[in-house]
């Protein structure tokens, strides 16, 4: 089983919609992150958490919120989709930066969604 | 974080070496260089980061120069999996940070 799981994998919705994307983890790591994907212009970070209770916004946060349920969970929601946030979006985790850690992120396998 | 600057595609012959250029000139002394890449529409994968000195792994090997405003992965061995977008990433040092990703270099591995 994957260490980041996002679910889900594919959704076709309609605008005006809310969708909501889920992110876990079995890695034990305290940070979790959003990205979001377009062709062509690499990832751009949405939201973050350092731990449960520290939650920033990223370059483009506006129109998705976010809820850290958990150490293991963190989902991304858009209150009221629209065609414009169809994107590749990305959960990934990374564990506390110490000496020894490489402070790598870990990446989910992506959830495709589209907004008609 | 520091702005990086990389080609948008590359080519490789299989079986040689890849060399991958990023212009990091406005490094600060204490951020990290981080290199991630992508295969198709995958999460990126981490390959290898540094600070000053230059480092190896099982994956690739990191050259940082000297004054730090340049870096380059190398690949010494392309193959037709290493095709992927790389990402070249700087990053300020300390526990609490974010990785901000550029549109990368398109890398791909001809046979």
């Known amino acids: 089983d994957a260490d980041v799981t996002q679910t889900p994998r594919n959704r076709i919705t309609k605008t005006g919609k809310r969708i909501m994307l889920e992110c876990s983890q079995t890695?034990?790591?305290?940070?979790m992150y959003w990205y979001r994907q377009d062709p062509g212009l690499g990832l751009r970070l949405i939201y973050y958490?350092?731990?449960?209770?520290?939650?920033n916004k990223g370059e483009i946060s506006d129109g998705y919120s976010v809820s850290r349920q958990a150490q293991a969970k963190f989902s991304l929601s858009l209150e009221s989709a629209i065609p414009n946030q169809t994107a590749l979006y990305f959960c990934?985790?990374?564990?506390?930066?110490?000496?020894?850690?490489?402070?790598?992120?870990?990446f989910g396998e992506g959830s495709r969604l589209t907004v008609l | 974080d520091a702005k990086t600057t990389q080609p948008p595609s590359m080519d490789c012959a299989e079986g040689r070496a890849a060399n991958l250029p990023c212009n990091h000139s406005t490094i600060s002394g204490n951020e990290y260089v981080y290199w991630y890449r992508q295969i198709h529409s995958q999460g990126p994968q981490y390959i290898i980061h540094g600070l000053k000195n230059n480092e190896t792994n099982e994956m690739a090997s990191l050259i940082i120069t000297e004054d730090r405003k340049s870096s380059t992965l190398i690949l010494p061995h392309a193959t037709l999996r290493d095709t992927a977008v790389y990402y070249c990433?700087?990053?300020?040092?300390?526990?609490?940070?974010?990785?901000?990703f550029g549109k990368g270099t398109l890398l791909t591995v001809n046979p």
């Open positions: 990934a985790t990374s564990d506390r930066s110490t000496g020894a850690n490489t402070g790598e992120l870990f």
């Open positions: 958490s350092f731990d449960v209770k520290d939650i």
């Open positions: 990433i700087v990053r300020s040092g300390g526990s609490n940070y974010k990785l901000t």
């Open positions: 890695k034990g790591h305290d940070r």
